[in-house]
Nanobody, 124 residues
Framework: QVQLVESGGGLVQAGGSLRLSCAAS????????MGWFRQAPGKERDVVAA????????YYADSVKGRFTISRDNAKNTVYLQMNSLKTEETAVYYC?????????????????WGPGTQVTVSS
């Protein structure tokens, strides 16, 4: 079992930056792939970025490449999402997910555990 708690969301102007954090419980964090997803009202939950258990491989949605960076600190059981040059259309609830480190790690169906989410609002 893994329990996840996101933090760092808030209100930011377009073009601004935020850094999200996801703290995980449990002693097996380092064996889990981790992902960040977002869901806007009335829309599906979509992947934003994901990182392998070892940190050796990352995945980004095309819309965030070059602006967002996912990273993890296995010693702190934490995964981060640095978001730069934010756009108004990126307003959403951002969720952290975890999955055992085998196979596909960039679709929401592959994830077993979820945090409650943190709201990100980007104003114009």
């Amino acid at each position: 079992q893994v329990q996840l708690v996101e933090s760092g969301g808030g209100l930011v102007q377009a073009g601004g930056s935020l850094r999200l954090s996801c703290a995980a419980s449990g002693r097996t964090f380092s064996s889990y792939d981790m992902g960040w997803f977002r869901q806007a009202p009335g829309k599906e939950r979509d992947v934003v970025a994901a990182i392998r258990w070892s940190g050796s491989s990352t995945y980004y949605a095309d819309s965030v490449k070059g602006r967002f960076t996912i990273s993890r600190d296995n010693a702190k059981n934490t995964v981060y999402l640095q978001m730069n040059s934010l756009k108004t259309e990126e307003t959403a609830v951002y969720y952290c997910g975890a999955r055992p480190g085998i196979g596909n790690y960039f679709t929401k169906e592959a994830y077993n555990y979820w945090g409650p989410g943190t709201q990100v609002t980007v104003s114009s």
